[in-house]
């Protein structure tokens, strides 16, 4: 049978997308680089015939997207460790334990094994994650714990609650962004971008990765804003930032949105403060049942590793990175871990108010611009990072994150069978493909679609 009769037909095409995600799922080692770049490869090739082919019938899609995501259930992740973590964080919580003021370096040193199988789930998240606190947020330190509620003592158990919580979240953003979708007259098949991607799907569902959940808040938040229902819009982003801190990068985006169209600069000014009051309750109400001056120093300090400590999958990090050890020959990551937040700041600033975002399609664009610059200069993009950008680009006319959903890939080159090595000829591949898609959209897209028309 042709691959083009393969597309046609909706039940051998699941069928053969099944038997990939299958074998990525349960038959794949993250050290085995060319089985998994193989298999993704072919998995996103299928995604992409798919979304195009069958895109007119939105339930088709919604079920598949669904379906895929269920055949992971059963499953251990195979691409990353922090689920152990997960599973470590929630029983303590479980236990009425501060995750937050203890390290499980820290628990075992002392002889003290209340958390079930500790030596199992620490030599699981490695010694690295073992030896810092936690830097979870506190929504989900209560997901974590809904694990140790429901599966006991059961790491499969504690696994399969967790990766229900993700694909209802998934079902959550596939809904909002629906609507939202409708509301700014765009094409609703676009929201398949993310949702039957191949990335979402292994890197969130399968790898149990919790962006998921927060774009989930994000997006309902962006949806309720636009109804002009902004306390609940606040008290969704607050929720968001209290699963993971990132969202705090779009507070001062929504400047002009607040401003606009009001009898008064004042009356908008006054709205924009409340709601950023409500947001900010928010996220203090959460972190409140944690709170104390160890958690803040403990939570701070863990924060600051991922800008001044840790390094992987960066782009501009590393040829700054490479200056440094030509001119001075050491590594500069201190010193520029500390400047580059700066620059980020002063960027986010700039778009704030030197750029129109005072309509919603405007507004998402800004934050794909600020999530996206943010990544380019942060020392450490983890492939499931670029979920955000990913999600944020359907709602508009840019698909450079939706290259960069498929070349992320090239980050688990590292992981090899004689241990963690990064190939920077990959890295550069993956970013020089990003940006160049990038700036083919920017500046030439449209030259080219008026060209290919006439």
């Known amino acids: 049978m042709s691959l083009f009769n393969l597309y046609r037909n909706p039940l051998l095409f699941v069928v053969f997308?099944?038997?990939?995600?299958l074998s990525f799922a349960y038959d794949l080692e993250r050290t085995d680089f060319i089985k998994l770049i193989s298999l993704y490869t072919t998995l996103f090739f299928l995604f992409y015939k798919k979304v195009q082919i069958f895109k007119t019938n939105f339930w088709l899609l919604a079920g598949l997207g669904i379906f895929f995501r269920l055949l992971f259930i059963t499953s251990i992740p195979n691409l990353?460790?922090?689920?152990?973590?997960?599973?470590?964080?929630?029983?303590?919580?479980?236990?009425?334990?501060?995750?937050?003021?203890?390290?499980?370096?820290?628990?075992?040193?002392?002889?003290?094994?209340?958390?079930?199988?500790?030596?199992?789930?620490?030599?699981?998240?490695?010694?690295?994650?073992?030896?810092?606190?936690?830097n979870y947020p506190p929504v989900n330190q209560l997901l974590f714990s809904i694990a140790a509620l429901f599966s006991g003592k059961s790491i499969l158990g504690s696994v399969v609650v967790l990766r229900i919580?993700?694909?209802?979240?998934?079902?959550?953003?596939?809904?909002?962004?629906?609507?939202?979708?409708?509301?700014?007259?765009?094409?609703?098949?676009n929201i398949f971008w993310y949702f039957l991607n191949p990335f979402i799907i292994i890197e969130l569902t399968g790898n149990l990765h919790f962006e998921g959940v927060m774009l989930f808040f994000i997006i309902a938040s962006l949806y309720y804003l636009y109804k002009r229902k902004w306390i609940i819009a606040a008290i969704l982003l607050g929720l968001s930032v209290s699963v993971k801190l990132i969202p705090l990068l779009f507070?001062?985006?929504?400047f002009q949105w607040f401003m606009k169209n009001k009898s008064s600069a004042r009356v908008g000014f006054s709205k924009l403060v409340r709601f950023y009051l409500l947001t900010?309750?928010?996220?203090?109400?959460?972190?409140?049942?944690?709170?104390?001056?160890?958690?803040?120093?403990?939570?701070?300090?863990?924060i600051g590793l991922w800008f001044q400590d840790f390094e992987?999958?960066?782009?501009?990090?590393?040829?700054?990175?490479?200056?440094?050890?030509?001119?001075?020959?050491?590594?500069?990551?201190?010193?520029?871990?500390?400047?580059?937040?700066?620059?980020?700041?002063?960027?986010?600033?700039?778009?704030?108010?030197?750029?129109?975002?005072?309509?919603?399609?405007?507004?998402?664009?800004?934050?794909?611009?600020?999530?996206?610059?943010?990544?380019?200069?942060?020392?450490?993009?983890?492939?499931?990072?670029?979920?955000?950008?990913?999600?944020?680009?359907?709602?508009?006319?840019?698909?450079?994150?939706l290259v960069w959903s498929f070349v992320v890939i090239l980050s688990y080159s590292a992981y090899g069978s004689e241990g963690f090595s990064e190939n920077l000829w990959f890295i550069a591949l993956e970013y020089s493909a990003v940006i160049g898609f990038f700036l083919w959209e920017v500046f030439l897209k449209d030259k080219h679609q008026k060209i290919t028309t006439k």
């Not at 993700?166 to 098949?189: H, M, P, T």
């Not at 507070?251 to 929504?254: E, K, Q, R, T, Y």
């Not at 794909?368 to 983890?382: M, Q």
């Open 280 to 302: 900010l309750a928010s996220i203090i109400l959460s972190f409140a049942p944690f709170y104390s001056n160890e958690f803040l120093i403990n939570f701070t300090n863990t």
């Open 165 to 189: 919580i993700i694909i209802l979240a998934d079902i959550g953003v596939l809904f909002f962004g629906r609507k939202l979708l409708k509301q700014l007259n765009l094409d609703e098949s």
């Open 251 to 254: 507070l001062p985006l929504l």
């Open 312 to 401: 992987f999958n960066a782009s501009v990090y590393y040829i700054i990175r490479w200056i440094g050890f030509k001119a001075v020959g050491w590594n500069l990551i201190e010193s520029v871990g500390k400047i580059l937040p700066l620059v980020i700041i002063v960027f986010i600033l700039i778009i704030t108010f030197f750029r129109k975002n005072n309509k919603l399609k405007q507004l998402i664009t800004a934050f794909l611009i600020a999530i996206s610059f943010y990544f380019l200069l942060s020392t450490t993009v983890h492939p499931w990072y670029v979920a955000t950008p990913l999600l944020l680009s359907v709602f508009t006319t840019y698909r450079f994150p």
């Open 17 to 21: 997308t099944s038997f990939f995600y």
């Open 80 to 134: 990353s460790q922090d689920f152990y973590r997960f599973l470590w964080d929630g029983r303590l919580v479980f236990q009425g334990i501060n995750p937050y003021l203890i390290s499980p370096e820290m628990y075992l040193s002392n002889g003290n094994l209340v958390v079930a199988q500790a030596q199992l789930l620490y030599e699981g998240m490695g010694a690295l994650n073992g030896s810092h606190f936690s």
